[in-house]
Every structure is written in structure tokens, then in C-alpha cells.
């Protein structure tokens, strides 16, 4: 792939990045900064206080919602926040913990589930009211009803029409 030199490079940096309105870029830059922000904090603080990282919890969340037989792998690599190869190895650290276990399926033995333990119920009910007084206190408290209203309406309409999977082509056409 071509090379542009510094002198084309940073001009065509800075167009592409001008052609946006400074609130558009306010409100992408924004939600970028938020989520540095929010996300390494809860995490930390749920592991400080439960032992719990971010997505080990959010994944104990995803478990407590799917009943006898639990959800299947590739079902909850949809429902959560991580990748596929990332709940593979959550899976595996909550399952050393006790928290979760993985069982054959009722109806067709190929498929493998997993399932909250009693102890990963304990760890939700210990570990639930402090990470929400987290949320609220760094998130929630700090924007009005009708804000987190519209974030709501947003979010809900972002993942409404999620971005085609996979990389986006590269563009190298000149401008």
C-alpha cells in the first residue's frame, strides 16, 4: 500500500476531520472519552470490592437471566460485551471460581451451556447494589430524566441498525 508523505498526509487528515461539524465531533470524541472513562472504573471498582471484572459480571448477569439449562456460547457471545474467544476465557476463570459451570443440553447432548452456580447467584446479590450505587453515582445521577431518556431513545436506535460486521473497506482515493 502507498505511502502518503507528511506534507499530503496531515492536510488530508485535518479536511476529513473538518468536513465534520465541531458538534458532530464533540459528540463522538464525547462518547469515546466517557466510555475511557466510565468503563476502567467500574471495572476496577467491582474487582476491588468482589473480585469481579466489568464483563465477569456482566456475563454472571447474562447467566442469572437463562434459566435451568443456562445459554449457550454463542448466545452469549451476542448478549455480551466482549468477543467470542473473550467469553471462552471468562467462561473458563468463572467456572475455576465456582461462579459457573457448563452443561451437556437437555434435549441435544452436542450442545454445551452454561449456567449460573448458587455461589455466582451469592456473588450478583453481594455484588449487584454496589456496582448500580457506581453507576449512578459516575453515570445516572449526573444527567436528568430527560436525558438519560434521550440517551436511551439514542442508543436504542444505534443498535437498532448496527454498523455491517466485519472491517470497513479502505478507502485510499484522493481527494
Do not use: C, N
Request: charged share 30%.
Amino acid at each position: 500500500m502507498e505511502m502518503y508523505p507528511p506534507e499530503v498526509a496531515r492536510p488530508r487528515h485535518l479536511r476529513a476531520w473538518q468536513q465534520l461539524a465541531q458538534r458532530d465531533r464533540d459528540a463522538f470524541t464525547g462518547l469515546l472519552r466517557v466510555h475511557r472513562e466510565l468503563v476502567p472504573r467500574l471495572d476496577a471498582d467491582l474487582e476491588r470490592a468482589h473480585g469481579l471484572s466489568l464483563s465477569s459480571y456482566d456475563l454472571l448477569v447474562k447467566l442469572s437471566h437463562g434459566g435451568d439449562e443456562g445459554r449457550g456460547m454463542g448466545e452469549l457471545a451476542e448478549a455480551a460485551l466482549v468477543t467470542a474467544s473473550g467469553i471462552t476465557r471468562i467462561v473458563e476463570r468463572l467456572e475455576r471460581d465456582g461462579l459457573a459451570e457448563r452443561v451437556r443440553g437437555r434435549q441435544d447432548e452436542r450442545r454445551t451451556f452454561v449456567r449460573i452456580t448458587p455461589a455466582g447467584l451469592d456473588v450478583l446479590a453481594q455484588a449487584t447494589p454496589f456496582h448500580l450505587a457506581g453507576v449512578r453515582e459516575l453515570f445516572l445521577d449526573r444527567l436528568t430524566v430527560e436525558e438519560r431518556e434521550q440517551l436511551a431513545s439514542i442508543f436504542g436506535r444505534l443498535r437498532a441498525h448496527p454498523a455491517a460486521p466485519g472491517p470497513r473497506p479502505r478507502g485510499r482515493g484522493r481527494s
